[in-house]
């Protein structure tokens, strides 16, 4: 005998409903919507750990390249870490190499490499990845070494303070050309001038247009701090009267130092020579022309004013020949051309025409425009030129050597590091 149960209506219309399997599908899906936004969030949060990962790693390589050991690096490079907030309670690995492992820079002993690795946390993603995610960057800085300036303008605001222009040719491998103007265009080198240096330093930028090609050994600072003025506190020597008037001769002749007022000037093929020792030119102006030489070893040129007017200025030109040699010894050692410091602003001083110059020592004007012209040529070991602004043009030719020692007082760039990867 078969008994047959009968289930309530209600049980069967349950039964046949499909709106449980809904619920469930819901339940699925939010679970795995909740994961992905879990996910993006972190992914989130890893990107902007590593921008920041990033910034501290260029500080730091910025940091460790300015160090002169790996011991001092490393240190360097751990602390600027640590100031950021990725040290190592962070998690945070940081890895130092000099020269870098990898790159362009793998040959260059003033390059640094910094390498920084952190874990990062996980939540939704650990689901989905069997391994902890690490964020890993590289920073490479590079030092410039420091070296000495030939050329010095002084001026801090204007555009050309050291210009370059026409067919003008400075060949300066073994020193530095700065200028101190902040202007974007304090250094400017144009037209079909070509200038060869050691390097270019200046608070402001610089610019390279037309056909100019500048060729540098090493990587342009700009933006660096203004250099001081070598010979600020220098002073003009105490004198006296007068040992000559209005002095000028086409003879061939030698003279001796001494106060020479009114004015000094070389005319019609005059061989002049100078005995060693201070020369004071008290007002006038200070002119070689016409094919005229003028020659001296152990010699100092004071240009200034004993009423505090008419302060004489430089004229050289027409063929005329330089050859004089600063002191080597003595307050005035190294200095070739001392213009007063109370000397107008912008007084003008020129080197033009067919005139050759063997300087060795400094020119300095300090509130002088100065400029060489035309045919104009420096040649010598080592010629230094600091002046308000500076401006080579024409068909000048301008080839300093400086040596590594010499009686000049330097005109010292620092050392600056520039970040390369």
Request: glycine share 10%; charged share 10%.
């Amino acid at each position: 005998m078969k008994i047959y149960r009968k289930f309530p209506i209600e049980y069967r219309k349950l039964q046949d409903s499909q709106q449980g399997s809904v619920m469930v599908l819901w339940a699925l899906t939010l679970s795995a919507t909740v994961g992905m936004i879990g996910i993006g969030l972190e992914t989130g949060n890893w990107y902007l750990t590593k921008r920041n990962l990033q910034s501290s790693t260029d500080a730091a390589a910025i940091g460790a390249a300015y160090e002169n050991n790996s011991t001092a690096r490393t240190s360097s490079a751990s602390t600027e870490m640590t100031r950021n907030g990725f040290g190592s309670s962070a998690g945070v690995t940081v890895t130092v190499n000099n020269p870098p492992l990898n790159g362009s820079y793998t040959t260059n002993s003033n390059a640094v490499e910094v390498i920084a690795s952190q874990p990062q946390p996980t939540m939704f993603s650990a689901v989905l990845m069997s391994q902890t995610p690490v964020i890993t960057v590289r920073s490479v800085a590079v030092r410039q070494t420091a070296g000495n300036a030939c050329v010095l303008a002084l001026n801090s605001l204007s555009a050309d303070t050291l210009l370059a222009s026409g067919s003008a040719i400075l060949n300066m491998p073994n020193c530095m050309i700065a200028a101190n103007s902040t202007n974007n265009g304090a250094i400017d080198i144009k037209g079909n001038s070509t200038v060869t240096v050691q390097g270019l330093y200046t608070p402001g930028s610089y610019s390279v247009n037309g056909s100019a090609v500048l060729t540098s050994s090493t990587t342009p600072v700009t933006d660096g701090n203004p250099l001081p003025d070598p010979y600020s506190s220098l002073a003009i020597p105490s004198y006296s009267g007068c040992d000559y008037n209005n002095y000028s001769t086409n003879n061939t002749i030698t003279i001796n130092p001494g106060v020479y007022c009114g004015g000094f000037s070389l005319n019609a093929h005059a061989d002049v020579t100078m005995n060693p020792g201070v020369y004071i030119m008290d007002s006038g102006s200070f002119s070689i022309n016409g094919q005229a030489t003028l020659t001296g070893t152990g010699v100092t040129i004071i240009l200034t004013s004993s009423t505090g007017s008419s302060y004489p200025t430089v004229s050289i030109n027409g063929g005329a020949e330089v050859n004089l040699t600063a002191p080597t010894s003595g307050t005035y050692s190294g200095m070739a051309f001392y213009q007063d410091r109370n000397a107008p602003l912008n007084n003008s001083n020129s080197f033009n025409g067919g005139s050759t110059m063997n300087i060795n020592g400094s020119v300095y004007f300090p509130k002088g425009q100065t400029t060489f012209n035309g045919g104009n040529s420096i040649t010598t070991p080592c010629t230094q030129i600091v002046a308000y602004t500076i401006t080579f043009n024409g068909n000048n030719t301008t080839s300093i050597n400086c040596p590594t020692s010499n009686s000049i007082t330097p005109i010292t760039i620092p050392a600056s590091v520039t970040l390369e990867e």
